[in-house]
């Protein structure tokens, strides 16, 4: 039997080899998952993202329980800055959800975010796919950092919560503009410290200030504190609300369009590039190019248009 | 005269015109970076990264006060997350910096986290580019954010400061571990506050802990007040030490060739993806793809290679 056809079976383990085939970039998984592509679409993917210490993983692991509670088996991926020296995933199999650890409508898998531009995005992809077609009911996305990966990263999910803490420094007014547009429904955690009022206002008025078009979801600002258990209820209530409002509005289908869109697009640029570079070291290509770039007598733009003639005839 | 020519000549209303020509993505823009790149390789590149809110823009206003003190001339390209509604940088001109407005021999630019994948690393590197073609002495490179994109960018920099701040939260533990094989110095910034001694051993102790190979370099751990000056000058006599080291050590060269891959391969990666876009765009392939995989008749992993067969043909 397939890796793919003990997946669709629901076998863990064969799922979290699939997963680690994922993760390491091996060939074969691409077959795996071209099986695995037409029972997919059942799992409803909740993003998770904010600034670090905005205490997402204890939020996760409220919501799994809340989720558990309902019946619905959880996945979730989480997604952490990678160490050279531990060679992986530094917080491995999530030690905080221990209380998770002998459940088995629960499966937790971290991804380190080594490896190329974009391909982080495309694992989780692929992982969120795999758990999906495993029989997950709910798939959780949590990503620590706030830079265009994460957003890339959490556009994958039908709801995403963007995680707030009150008092973080200067730069939040930056992250919180950033983020504005990729919430779906927007958390103050730890909303027992000062200033959780002030920053859940301050998130209702840049809200607010956006021009809605007629018909479109207004994201809600919730408080919580994920550490004693307030809020959660309020928080999957309002999430079970936008997966109503997805579809029921017809805003459903442009998402899963545009998911679909995003995913095939990573897909196709790593290949690309994998194939580019195939091309470039067999043929010490490469080496020629940075030893001119060093020596100052070759551009890497020309050097760029130079390889696209050769790989890509025809176009330019 | 060509924009390069004048950029060459140290015009600045003709390098703000090319960065902006870079950042909106405008063909042109490549001719005038093909002319100025045999004139590069004369800056040296500082980069600052760190959480939010560890007090980078007030380090950067420091150390950029420090340098003109010696004479030099500064370049500052500020990375900020895009805003949807402002456009593009909300943080604009850099308002906190207006103490070096009037000042000709700092030339500040911020650049917005809109775009692709990857995009702004080779944004980055584009405007350096013109930075020091334009004759800035230092050229520091300020990234809001902890993510990989984050990482590529500083990659660009001969040397890199992570900037830390005491006790915030339990993710800067795998924040610090990510980090750490980026740092060539760590800053302790707002070190007035309590736990900064903590964060500095804490600091200390990760490096210590890596096999470090013989002849390296060991990154300092360094603590400042940015808000009162207090440890600039000694930051700066640590830049300028490891940048000492770097032309001393034979390791600015093998610098500078990963550089310089890098570079190139973010101009090639780019060139490609959207070369296969605009084929797939006019063939309305893309659009077919999209709804089979709605469907869920295709599978994404099948498409790309049916259209890798066609673009680059021959290859696999």
Same mark, same amino acid.
């Given at each position: 039997m397939?890796?793919?056809e003990?997946?669709?079976?629901?076998?863990?383990?064969?799922?979290?080899?699939?997963?680690?085939d994922i993760?390491?970039g091996?060939?074969q998984a691409?077959?795996?998952?071209?099986a695995?592509?037409?029972?997919?679409?059942k799992?409803?993917?909740?993003g998770?993202t904010g600034?670090?210490?905005a205490g997402?993983?204890?939020l996760?692991?409220q919501?799994?329980a809340a989720?558990?509670a309902?019946?619905?088996r959880?996945?979730? $991926?989480?997604?952490?800055?990678?160490s050279p020296f531990t %060679?992986?995933?530094? =917080?491995?199999?999530? @030690?905080?959800?221990? &209380?998770?650890?002998c459940?088995?409508?629960?499966?937790?898998?971290?991804?380190?975010?080594?490896?190329?531009?974009?391909?982080?995005?495309?694992s989780?992809?692929d992982?969120?796919l795999?758990?999906?077609?495993m029989?997950?009911d709910?798939?959780?996305i949590e990503?620590v950092?706030?830079?265009?990966?994460?957003?890339?990263i959490?556009?994958?999910a039908?709801?995403?919560c963007?995680?707030?803490?009150?008092?973080?420094?200067?730069?939040?007014?930056?992250?919180?503009?950033g983020?504005l547009e990729?919430g779906?429904?927007?958390?103050?955690?730890?909303?027992?410290r000062?200033?959780?009022d002030?920053?859940?206002?301050?998130?209702?008025?840049?809200?607010?200030?956006?021009n809605?078009t007629?018909?479109?979801?207004s994201?809600? $600002?919730?408080?919580?504190?994920?550490q004693r258990g307030? %809020?959660i209820?309020e =928080?999957?209530?309002? @999430?079970?609300a936008? &997966?109503?409002?997805?579809f029921?509005?017809?805003?459903?289908t442009d998402f899963?369009?545009?998911?679909n869109?995003?995913?095939?697009?990573e897909?196709?640029?790593?290949?690309l590039?994998?194939?580019?570079?195939?091309?470039?070291e067999?043929?010490?290509?490469?080496?020629?190019?940075v030893?001119?770039?060093?020596?100052?007598?070759l551009?890497p733009?020309?050097a760029?248009e130079?390889?696209m003639a050769s790989?890509?005839p025809?176009?330019?």
């Open positions: 397939s890796l793919a003990q997946v669709l079976e629901g076998n863990i383990r064969a799922a979290a080899r699939l997963m680690r993760d390491d091996r060939p691409i077959d795996e998952l071209k695995l592509y037409p029972h997919s679409g799992a409803y993917i909740v998770i600034p670090p210490g997402k993983s204890t996760v692991d919501l799994t989720f558990r309902q019946g619905k959880v996945g979730v $991926v989480a997604i952490d800055p990678s %060679g992986g995933a530094i =917080l491995g199999d999530r @030690i905080r959800m221990n &209380r998770h650890a459940d088995e409508g629960v499966f937790i898998r971290s991804l380190a975010t080594r490896g190329s531009l974009g391909g982080l995005s495309r989780t992809s992982v969120a795999v758990m999906d077609t029989g997950m709910i798939v959780i990503t950092g706030v830079g265009q990966d994460e957003v890339d959490v556009k994958t039908h709801t995403t963007v995680v707030m803490v009150p008092g973080m420094g200067d730069d939040i007014q930056a992250i919180k503009a983020i990729i779906d429904i927007f958390v103050v955690n730890k909303a027992d000062d200033g959780s002030r920053t859940a206002r301050e998130l209702s008025n840049m809200l607010e200030m956006r809605a007629e018909g479109s979801w994201p809600p $600002v919730m408080k919580t504190v994920a307030t %809020g209820p =928080l999957v209530a309002e @999430i079970d936008h &997966r109503e409002f997805l029921t509005s017809g805003c459903g899963l369009r545009e998911r869109e995003r995913h095939f697009m897909i196709l640029r790593d290949r590039f994998k194939n580019a570079l195939a091309y470039m067999s043929d010490g290509l490469l080496e020629q190019i030893t001119g770039m060093g020596a100052h007598t551009d733009y020309s760029a130079e390889i790989i890509m025809g176009r330019k």
